[in-house]
């Protein structure tokens, strides 16, 4: 699997976490997507995460972490224990002390998370103009609009109206506050190989990220889906009880 690592790669998604709650920008609805997940008896569409989570590996990751993302919750993509350990591995973790008191690097294991790009906070903002690059574990959840946001600004890049004169090293985005944007686009037309065949277009990709990016924000949905579900019937089936006890109640003492 490759890694794509340009400057529009590490500059990618910063904006997500910058500044307040993000919405569309004034007078601009955020575009809309009928998810999957979405609804009482929503599902996650694990083909659109495996693509995501290649987006974000081969995208993302280049300065972005996922640090409540531990490799062995992939298993609920569908990946088998192989496959986790053989993508662990291709990263390098930092450990320790050893027996000496010295940290050192070793290969991922599936217990591992996500490692960040960077090795601490300081070193994350000097690689970027001076702000470090959020972590995107909740960030479906962390902004209004969720995956829609996420979709809406990844495709939100197009040319300035007239009179409209972006700042220097910014970028016109229809649906970031203000339309103005330090990231550079992270995303074009066959930027990755999808290793199951399907187009990588700039809004397919966008679709599958926001997909993966929600999971990871929120990976228990579709349990809580389910729950709420049992829940209602047995509401309705204890009502319906309740309702001849209390016909049969009444009517013994008619």
Request: net charge negative; hydrophobic share 40%.
């Amino acid at each position: 699997m490759k890694r794509t690592l340009t400057a529009a790669a590490l500059a990618a998604l910063i904006a997500i976490g910058a500044g307040p709650a993000a919405r569309a920008a004034e007078g601009e609805a955020l575009m809309t997507y009928n998810w999957s997940f979405s609804g009482p008896f929503g599902r996650f569409d694990r083909a659109a995460l495996q693509r995501g989570l290649q987006v974000y590996r081969e995208i993302c990751s280049g300065c972005h972490s996922l640090k409540y993302v531990a490799f062995r919750n992939l298993a609920a993509l569908g990946y088998g224990e192989d496959e986790i350990k053989a993508m662990s591995e291709g990263y390098t973790v930092n450990d320790g002390p050893n027996d000496d008191g010295d940290m050192y690097e070793r290969p991922g294991r599936p217990t591992d998370y996500f490692p960040s790009p960077f090795a601490n906070a300081k070193a994350a903002a000097a690689a970027n103009n001076g702000a470090a690059p959020p972590d995107l574990s909740l960030m479906a959840k962390a902004r209004v609009g969720g995956p829609d946001y996420i979709r809406s600004l990844m495709l939100g890049y197009e040319e300035p109206p007239a009179g409209f004169e972006p700042l220097e090293g910014l970028h016109y985005n229809a649906y970031f506050p203000g339309n103005q944007i330090a990231m550079m686009p992270p995303l074009a037309d066959d930027a990755v190989e999808y290793t199951d065949g399907t187009a990588a277009t700039t809004d397919q990709m966008a679709t599958d990220v926001a997909n993966f990016l929600m999971w990871t924000a929120e990976p228990n949905l579709e349990r809580r889906h389910s729950l709420g579900v049992t829940v209602v019937l047995f509401l309705l089936v204890f009502t319906g009880i309740l309702y001849a006890a209390k016909r049969k109640v009444w009517s013994d003492l008619h």
